[in-house]
């Protein structure tokens, strides 16, 4: 079982720079990948990022390319989530997510909440236009 805690969420504005992090249990840590999902009220769970265990593979969906950046540092057991040029639009719940890794599997497999298998609780990020 891998316990997943995030923080980092906060209140912006519009154009600011949050960073959240997602510290897991397992000490076994570097054989997952992670990601970040969201949730807004009202709206289905949303992929943000995923990065592979050692880093090598990263994916975005297209909204948050070149304003957000995932990266993870497996000797603290953290994956982190760098949101800059924030909007309105960004505020949600975030979740920190840890699933198997298999490298042939397509994109969009990583891109799915139902094939990750642990979750955090959620941090909650609001945006002020």
């Known amino acids: 079982q891998v316990r997943l805690v995030e923080s980092g969420g906060g209140l912006v504005q519009a154009g600011g720079s949050l960073r959240l992090s997602c510290v897991a249990s397992?000490?076994?840590?570097?054989?997952?990948?992670m990601a970040w999902f969201r949730q807004a009220p009202g709206k289905e769970r949303e992929f943000v990022a995923r990065?592979?265990?050692?880093?090598?593979?990263?994916d975005y969906a297209d909204s948050m390319k070149g304003r957000f950046s995932i990266s993870r540092d497996n000797a603290k057991n953290t994956v982190y989530l760098q949101m800059n040029s924030l909007k309105p639009e960004d505020a949600a719940v975030y979740y920190c997510?840890?699933?198997?890794?298999?490298?042939?599997?397509?994109?969009?497999?990583?891109?799915?909440?139902?094939?990750?298998?642990?979750w955090g609780q959620g941090t909650q990020v609001t945006v002020s236009s």
């Open positions: 397992e000490r076994t840590f570097n054989i997952y990948n």
């Open positions: 990065i592979s265990p050692t880093s090598s593979t990263t």
């Open positions: 997510a840890a699933g198997d890794f298999r490298p042939l599997l397509s994109v969009r497999y990583y891109r799915v909440p139902t094939n990750y298998a642990y």
